[in-house]
């Protein structure tokens, strides 16, 4: 089991920028394929981002195609997801998950973050 904290959330106004970290536990981490996922108040959690165990390949919802990025550097254990051009139905609170097949893609994901806020004001 890989343990993964987020951080980097927060307030911002419409139009800003935020950087989201994951950082894992474990020493198989470069193996992982990693996603990110939200969810707002009264609404089911949604996959947003993804990325596969090396970075060559990265997965994004329509709603956040072309304003976010997923990246990722192995030798730190670290997942980040750059967020740009925010709008208010950004807000919701972000989750970092793994998955041990090294995809990135929308699917089965074993582990998760506890989550970080973002808030986006319009």
């Known amino acids: 089991q890989v343990q993964l904290v987020e951080s980097g959330g927060g307030l911002v106004q419409a139009g800003g920028s935020l950087r989201l970290s994951c950082v894992a536990s474990?020493?198989?981490?470069?193996?992982?394929?990693m996603g990110w996922f939200r969810q707002a108040p009264g609404k089911d959690r949604e996959f947003v981002a993804g990325?596969?165990?090396?970075?060559?390949?990265?997965y994004y919802s329509d709603s956040v195609k072309g304003r976010f990025i997923s990246s990722r550097d192995n030798p730190k254990r670290t997942v980040y997801l750059q967020m740009n051009s925010l709008k208010p139905e950004d807000t919701a609170v972000y989750y970092c998950?793994?998955?041990?097949?090294?995809?990135?893609?929308?699917?089965?994901?074993?582990?998760w973050g506890q989550g970080t806020q973002v808030t986006v004001s319009s």
């Open positions: 990325i596969s165990w090396s970075g060559g390949s990265t």
């Open positions: 474990g020493r198989f981490f470069s193996s992982y394929g």
């Open positions: 998950a793994a998955r041990r097949d090294g995809l990135g893609t929308q699917g089965s994901y074993a582990d």
